[in-house]
């Protein structure tokens, strides 16, 4: 069989159970003991986060196909069973470790949450006291019968469905109630110290509201209740053809959110099936949507217990951010870029540093204009005050303000607005694209005439993620490069045809190509005998074209590895088909989300930085951006940190397996007779190297 005609047949890994092997591999530092016990716990309430997600926005079309019995385009009732049944068994893995791991070790800590039947007397009173002051004035118990329908359940809320014995004050036996829990109150609370104790008991609001149910229905008899708790579809979609104001739709489409098609439904794992039948039949959902849990409904509100504990040593280290070595506190950021490009490694160098440079520009009397894309930039952004302030001064400003930024939306329309008010150029990108582009661009007057500088990133302009998240800072004044980006403000403002850029490569147009036809080239090198190397480095590898060149490209014989945090469909080192690829993701303390594209032939090597993950929307439905590093040190030191270190990564790296199985990097065996040497982490290289704890 020719290589073209088994690549044709490339069996491509599925993409939903990618995800959900990330989110294992997110779990295992739950596991870690070598991980401060609250940042476990931490790292339990980031798989139940990205679980949410994972509901909101992949699985209604799977469920449809699960209800409908009939194939819906890549969908079946089986792929949904088995896919339920993988969520089913990561659930379970991830109770066991709450209940059984690290509960257990809290206690030992001094750290506790005290259920209702483990609390004393004077915990009672003050559980019973809470209740009836702060609380119960808050809850609106709810009789169901004709006159009272089940109530609008809002995305995510805790509730409780309760089966009363008795009758109501009418004579009637309306036999179930819904008890819904606003979002107000906070869902731990500190108990009262005992006095001499250095123990912290807490008390979540669900064992708190659920030891006084009986309260709310006086008369009547409790025989029955369950927390509970529904996720719905939460991906907005709206027909931009069809809308005069994407704004005010987008704002109309929010109000909707919270009450989308419910997806899945969790209850307590002692909820009775008399309760979860009801509650199922209600949502209109098939049995593997229904999740009994042993424990809160609501991993991820374990943050706010986190951080109400005051334990530094069971927290990680806190790591400051160096200052960007190519930086010199002070220096004007308009004479250093005059001498050569800054290249800013985040969060091992501070971010801090963008929001100077831009906060230089917007103080700068010589600067003239500012022009910015608005992805996430956080809820109090500094940055969107800077642009507000750049205004009040007089400069011109403009916004590309992403409305459809992913559970971003209502922020990114406040901020447009904000600006608006201002009197800033406010423009939306193109119709039926989200602009994902990082780009910032400040013209400058400079001796009679017009000179640019430019940030861009592949990350966003958000202040408090930028802390978590390792991305990359471009700043340059290179002519060729800053002229490209004010021809892309340009088209995005008028919607005219982008003529051809010099150094920018960009999506739609020409991002997907020019990578396909990089990798294709290297595969024809490779062919014709010469030494090919590609290394890529991005958050998911989802891209059918993409992954195909890049199997072709590994039957020719181009060596290549793709450091792919979450999802990748493409199996690496399978015979005969992508023997030549290796695949590997980095799961640490920082979230990896850089994109680097590094491509060689014999001695000729050259490398992009992007916005762009390798995933169809990114390339074909996205404005993304691509940009060349064509200074060496720069490039040496992209490669060396960014691409080797991880290469290198045998602590927190997982390697993937052709039947798309991921293992730790570090259980592969070693030289026999060796010790096992020191376990490497490319992360925390890059924190000593560039940081300082304290």
């Avoid at 993409?15 to 591999?25: K, P, V």
């Avoid at 989308?260 to 949507?289: H, I, M, N, Y």
């Avoid at 590895?561 to 695949?583: E, F, H, M, S, Y």
């Amino acid at each position: 069989m020719s290589a073209s005609s088994q690549n044709n047949k490339l069996p491509f890994l599925d993409r939903d159970h990618s995800i959900l092997a990330f989110n294992e591999r997110v779990m295992d530092w739950a596991r870690r003991p070598d991980v401060p016990l609250l940042e476990r716990l931490r790292y339990l309430a980031i798989v139940s986060s990205n679980l949410d997600e994972f509901f909101e926005v992949r699985m209604a079309p799977q469920l449809t196909a699960g209800k409908s019995h009939e194939q819906n385009g890549l969908y079946t009732e089986q792929s949904y069973q088995q896919l339920s049944g993988k969520v089913h068994d990561l659930v379970a893995q991830q109770y066991a470790i709450y209940n059984d791991e690290l509960m257990p070790l809290l206690e030992k800590k001094g750290i506790k949450i005290v259920s209702h039947g483990e609390r004393n007397p004077r915990q009672r009173r003050w559980v019973r006291e809470h209740f009836q002051k702060e609380v119960q004035p808050l809850l609106i118990p709810v009789g169901l019968d004709p006159a009272h329908p089940f109530p609008q359940v809002a995305n995510k809320s805790l509730n409780f469905i309760v089966r009363l014995t008795g009758k109501d004050a009418f004579g009637r036996e309306n036999e179930v109630a819904i008890v819904k829990v606003p979002r107000i109150l906070p869902r731990y609370l500190r108990m009262p110290p005992v006095r001499g104790s250095k123990q912290s008991h807490f008390v979540s609001i669900s064992s708190l509201i659920r030891s006084h149910l009986a309260d709310l229905f006086p008369g009547r008899q409790v025989t029955e209740f369950s927390q509970f708790r529904v996720t719905r579809h939460s991906d907005l979609a709206v027909d931009e053809e069809e809308v005069k104001n994407l704004r005010t739709a987008l704002r109309k489409g929010l109000q909707q959110r919270h009450y989308g098609e419910a997806v899945r439904l969790e209850v307590s794992a002692g909820c009775s099936e008399f309760l979860s039948g009801f509650l199922r039949a209600q949502f209109a959902l098939p049995a593997e949507a229904l999740y009994r849990v042993p424990g809160p409904v609501n991993l991820v509100r374990l943050n706010q217990l986190i951080d109400q504990i005051e334990a530094p040593t069971l927290r990680f280290e806190r790591y400051q951010a160096g200052w960007p070595r190519q930086l010199v506190p002070g220096q004007s950021y308009f004479e250093r870029l005059q001498q050569g490009d800054v290249l800013i490694h985040q969060p091992y160098e501070s971010f801090d540093a963008v929001l100077a440079f831009l906060r230089e520009a917007v103080e700068d009397p010589d600067v003239l204009a500012i022009k910015q894309t608005i992805y996430r930039t956080g809820a109090r952004s500094e940055l969107m005050e800077l642009l507000r302030e750049a205004v009040r001064r007089g400069k011109e400003v403009m916004a590309v303000v992403e409305l459809k930024a992913r559970f971003d939306e209502e922020a990114n329309i406040s901020y447009a607005e904000r600006l608006e008010s201002v009197g800033a150029q406010v423009v939306y990108g193109v119709v039926g694209l989200k602009t994902h582009a990082k780009m910032l661009l400040v013209t400058r007057r400079e001796n009679g005439r017009l000179r640019r500088y430019a940030h861009l990133s592949t990350g966003n302009y958000n202040a408090g993620t930028a802390r978590l998240y390792t991305d990359l800072s471009y700043l340059s004044a290179d002519e060729a490069l800053t002229a490209d980006l004010d021809q892309l403000f340009l088209h995005l403002a008028s919607q005219n045809r982008l003529p051809k850029l010099s150094k920018v490569l960009n999506a739609p147009f020409n991002l997907h190509k020019t990578m396909q036809d990089k990798v294709d080239a290297a595969a024809a090198a490779a062919a014709a005998g010469k030494e090919a190397r590609i290394v890529l480095k991005m958050n998911a590898l989802t891209d059918e074209p993409l992954a195909r060149a890049l199997a072709l490209a590994s039957q020719q014989g181009v060596k290549i590895d793709a450091i792919v945090r979450g999802a990748c469909i493409l199996p690496a080192q399978l015979p005969g088909v992508t023997d030549n690829v290796r695949v590997r993701s980095v799961i640490g303390r920082l979230l990896e989300h850089s994109r680097v594209f590094y491509f060689r032939v014999d001695d000729q090597e050259e490398l992009w930085l992007s916005s762009a993950d390798w995933m169809n929307r990114n390339m074909l439905r996205r404005v993304e951006l691509a940009w060349p590093v064509t200074d060496p040190e720069l490039r040496r030191r992209i490669i060396d940190e960014c691409l080797t270190a991880y290469l290198h990564d045998t602590r927190d790296a997982w390697l993937l397996q052709p039947d798309g199985r991921y293992v730790p990097a570090g259980s592969l065996p070693g030289a026999r007779g060796k010790a096992a040497p020191t376990p490497l982490s490319a992360q925390a290289s890059l924190m000593a190297r560039y940081g300082s704890k304290g």
